[in-house]
């Protein structure tokens, strides 16, 4: 099915661990964005990417890594996890800058 | 002052109630206007899109924008169970240099 996918859904880590969220689209998106979700702060941009090869920092990229060498896919990296990065984590991607952004259903990272 | 504003609720309503919905900004820039829907541990589901003021009608649900007062509105016609979940609104400039979302709206709907 076409779509946006997001893996895993859960994952529980430990402080200082590396963690990979991985997001995969089927729509050739232009663009894709990485956002946290939390209570009382709603969805916070990390990173977005306009295109492959092309990445820039959002609200709150401090911590994390992104790549994106093919159009499809959005990894996003936490080097060193630390506990306030305890979140829930969307990928969503769109066709154009303006345009409706398109979610996954989210990975639930508990770090501890 | 933020951005975009939202009342965050929760609002519950019985079943078959007329819902408002409704999100202010502060950004004259706005030009692109959206309403998710969130149902618990999923993503945000696109549910509408307008352009610039007026009015977008899907179903029971209703999108209004008006640009003089920095203000859009969610109507849901006959609430149903299936409609509780956090609805969050959206915007964006012309460009997607500035899109942002609102904080969300939880939202039960009462049989």
Same mark, same amino acid.
């Given at each position: 099915?076409?779509? #946006? ?6 994952? #529980? ?7 990979? +969220? ?9 663009y894709?964005?990485? !956002?946290?979700? %939390? +209570? ?5 941009? #990390? !990173?977005y990417? =306009?295109?492959?090869?092309?990445? %820039?920092?959002g609200?709150?990229? %401090?911590? !994390? ?12 990296? +936490?080097?060193?996890?630390t ?5 829930? !984590?969307f990928?969503?991607?769109?066709? =154009?800058?303006?345009?409706?952004q398109?979610?996954? %259903?989210?990975?639930?990272?508990? #770090?501890? | 002052?933020?951005? *975009?504003?939202?009342?965050p609720?929760?609002?519950? *309503? ?17 030009? $692109?206007?959206m309403?998710? /829907?969130?149902?618990? /541990?999923?993503?945000p ?5 307008? $352009?610039?003021?007026g009015?977008?009608?899907?179903? /029971? @649900? ?14 849901? /016609? ?12 959206a ?9 942002? @979302? ?6 039960s709907?009462?049989?």
């Amino acid at each position: 099915d076409a779509g #946006i996918t997001q893996s895993p859904r859960y994952k #529980i880590t430990e402080t200082g661990r590396q963690v990979t +969220l991985m997001c995969h689209q089927t729509w050739s998106h232009s663009y894709m964005f990485w !956002y946290r979700q %939390d +209570l009382g702060h709603g969805l916070r941009l #990390i !990173y977005y990417s =306009a295109a492959a090869d092309i990445t %820039d920092k959002g609200e709150v990229p %401090d911590g !994390y890594v992104v790549s994106r060498s093919k159009t499809e896919n959005f990894p996003l990296t +936490l080097e060193s996890a630390t506990r306030s990065q305890t979140s829930v !984590y969307f990928c969503a991607s769109s066709g =154009a800058a303006a345009s409706p952004q398109h979610f996954g %259903d989210g990975t639930r990272l508990s #770090i501890l | 002052q933020k951005e *975009v504003e939202q009342d965050p609720g929760p609002l519950s *309503v019985p079943e078959g109630a007329i819902v408002s919905l409704n999100c202010t900004y502060s950004n004259s820039a706005f030009q $692109y206007f959206m309403w998710y /829907r969130q149902y618990s /541990r999923k993503g945000p589901e696109l549910l509408m899109y307008t $352009y610039s003021s007026g009015n977008k009608e899907d179903g /029971r @649900f209703t999108a209004q924008v008006d640009k003089s007062s920095k203000y859009i509105s969610l109507f849901i /016609r006959d609430s149903q169970p299936s409609d509780s979940a956090t609805y969050l609104c959206a915007m964006s400039d012309n460009y997607g240099q500035n899109f942002v @979302f609102g904080p969300g709206t939880r939202l039960s709907v009462l049989p």
